[in-house]
């Protein structure tokens, strides 16, 4: 069956430090990947999506995620962290029928001032 | 343009009793999925409704049912609530049952004392 696992429940950085959350998924064929963000007390917003081609994507907020085969990997990555970037961050995949999300458990961002 | 609109925001139900939840979709959307996300963990898929009807079921037992009507609304209604039940219920609409992109409204907060 199809999954979707985010190692890390919370991870700390600084303000204006790089980041890289990570995500790796069980899938059969080439799968669509994406990443949402939750900020609190809020519902999901899409952050960026792989359907096919370029394995780098861009995304809003300055976001990117790179797409690795070999190592059945999305990881999401920013340059440089906002205060404003603390929120819930999710990775998700749907299965073959595609007509449904399964999200992985989850990772916790905190900005350090 | 008028995103994801959920209601009620909040509301507080005792075991055994029933709840309705309301959904409207993005403005130009006919797709509508409900999740059901408790506490610290990632949204679990319940249903999909696409053309009045039921199109795919995660794991919920059959206390969980819904409806669409033709202005592509939903309603997710759970009988019988047990404690467990309490948890974020995010309802996310979509253009077509076969996409990723989801459009999260900003969900009903259940708690079931």
């Known amino acids: 069956a199809q999954s979707v696992t985010q190692p890390d429940i919370h991870i700390t950085v600084s303000e204006g430090a790089s980041l890289e959350l990570r995500c790796n998924y069980s899938?059969?064929?080439?799968?669509?990947l994406f990443w949402y963000v939750q900020s609190p007390g809020q519902g999901l917003q899409l952050l960026l999506k792989y359907f096919s081609g370029d394995t780098l994507v861009q995304g809003i907020k300055g976001f990117e995620a790179e797409f690795k085969r070999s190592q059945s990997s999305f990881n999401l990555r920013k340059p440089s962290v906002h205060w404003s970037d603390a929120a819930e961050y999710f990775c998700?995949?749907?299965?073959?029928?595609?007509?449904?999300?399964?999200f992985g458990s989850g990772t916790r961002l905190s900005i350090r001032p | 343009d008028a995103g994801v609109t959920q209601s009620p925001t909040h509301l507080i139900k005792t075991r055994g009793q029933q709840v309705t939840l309301r959904c409207s979709p993005k403005s130009g959307h006919d797709t509508v999925s409900w999740y059901q996300q408790a506490l610290g963990q990632g949204p679990q898929f319940i249903f999909q409704?696409?053309?009045?009807?039921?199109?795919q079921r995660g794991n919920f037992p059959d206390r969980f049912s819904g409806h669409q009507f033709p202005n592509y609304s939903s309603e997710l209604n759970v009988n019988a609530l047990l404690l467990g039940d309490s948890a974020l219920y995010l309802c996310?609409?979509?253009?077509?049952?076969?996409?990723?992109?989801?459009?999260f409204g900003e969900g009903s907060r259940l708690t079931v004392l």
């Open positions: 996310a609409s979509s253009l077509g049952q076969h996409t990723g992109e989801l459009f």
């Open positions: 998700a995949v749907p299965p073959s029928s595609a007509s449904k999300i399964i």
């Open positions: 409704y696409y053309e009045e009807e039921e199109r």
């Open positions: 899938y059969g064929a080439t799968p669509y």
